[in-house]
């Protein structure tokens, strides 16, 4: 907004508080408590561009997403919901949104002191750490006590293997030797 063009409209005379002889204490004093206003919202937005708080307008996505779902059939809705390409794009969105409530209001939420559940968290965090770790570990051995019974079971197979071979050859021999 442009506070020049605010100021002239506000006080856009050469008289801005419409102050002439015939004027009475009363009519003074309502002329000056009507734009006592006016010279408040000037000053705040003054203070704004001193400190530059204003930030550029933006248009409110979040409308304009919700407008777009307006009239849908669940059909139609669901086909977007269920996309693959809305999906990544939620969970995104989800990802920044919390990044950006953590970010601003982190600090005054432990302030608050109503931090038991992120210490259960952590305690969750912290055991379930450990328990894959144990399963991890269990897994590991499983696997080496089935290629134990593996390897064993393989050299099971190979002296059994070894005593057929002995033994056909023999019945070889015994043939050759009878013809």
Known sequence: MNTGNLFNSTFSSSN?????GNNTTQDLENSLMQSYPRLEALKAKQNQLQNNQISPPQSNVFTDIAGEFEGLSSDESNFIINSKEYQILNERYQNEFTQFLISKFS???LQTGN???LEEMLFTIRQKKEQYKQKFAEDINEIRDQNKNLVDKNNQLAESNQLLQKQL???QEKL????
């Open 16 to 20: 801005p508080f419409n102050i002439s």
């Open 107 to 109: 600090g005054e939420y």
């Open 115 to 117: 931090v038991r559940t």
């Open 169 to 171: 050859k023999a019945i």
């Open 176 to 179: 050759l030797k009878d013809n």
